[in-house]
C-alpha cells in the first residue's frame, strides 16, 4: 500500500515556475516508477511525466523542455518543477504510482494522490 499527498501548487502568471511535490509513505517507495498526470476541465487526465526507481525520466512532448522531474527516495518524495508555465498548463496535476504496463496509461497506476490545482493566469 502507497499512500500520497501532492503539495505545492498555487495560482502563477504565464511565464512563472511552480514545484510539486509529492510525498509517498511505504517503505518500497524506491522502486516504484512514479507518475505525474494533469486534468483540466472538461478533459481526460493526461500523462506529463514519469521518473524511474533508477531516476530516467520520460516527458510528454507538451511539457519536455520545460518541466522536470526529480526524487529523494531519502525523503520519499518526488517532484516535478514546472518552468515557463502557460495557461494551457491549468489543471489538477496528480502524483502515482506505477504498478505494471505502460508509464504513458493511467490504468497502469494504483495509488494516486488527491491532486494540487495549478492556475496559470495570462
Known amino acids: 500500500q502507497v499512500q500520497l499527498v501532492e503539495s505545492g501548487g498555487g495560482l502563477v502568471q504565464a511565464g512563472g515556475s511552480l514545484r510539486l511535490s509529492c510525498a509517498a509513505s511505504?517503505?518500497?517507495?524506491?522502486?516504484?516508477?512514479m507518475g505525474w498526470f494533469r486534468q483540466a476541465p472538461g478533459k481526460e487526465r493526461e500523462f506529463v511525466s514519469c521518473i524511474t526507481w533508477g531516476g530516467n525520466t520520460y516527458y510528454a512532448d507538451s511539457v519536455k523542455g520545460r518541466f522536470s522531474s526529480s526524487r529523494d527516495n531519502s525523503k520519499n518524495t518526488v517532484y516535478l518543477q514546472m518552468n515557463s508555465l502557460k495557461p494551457e498548463d491549468t489543471a489538477v496535476y496528480y502524483c502515482?504510482?506505477?504498478?505494471?504496463?505502460?508509464?504513458?496509461?493511467?490504468?497502469?497506476?494504483?495509488?494516486w494522490g488527491q491532486g494540487t490545482q495549478v492556475t496559470v493566469s495570462s
Open positions: 502515482a504510482a506505477h504498478s505494471h504496463g505502460s508509464w504513458l496509461a493511467r490504468a497502469s497506476y494504483d495509488y
Open positions: 511505504g517503505r518500497t517507495f524506491s522502486s516504484y516508477t
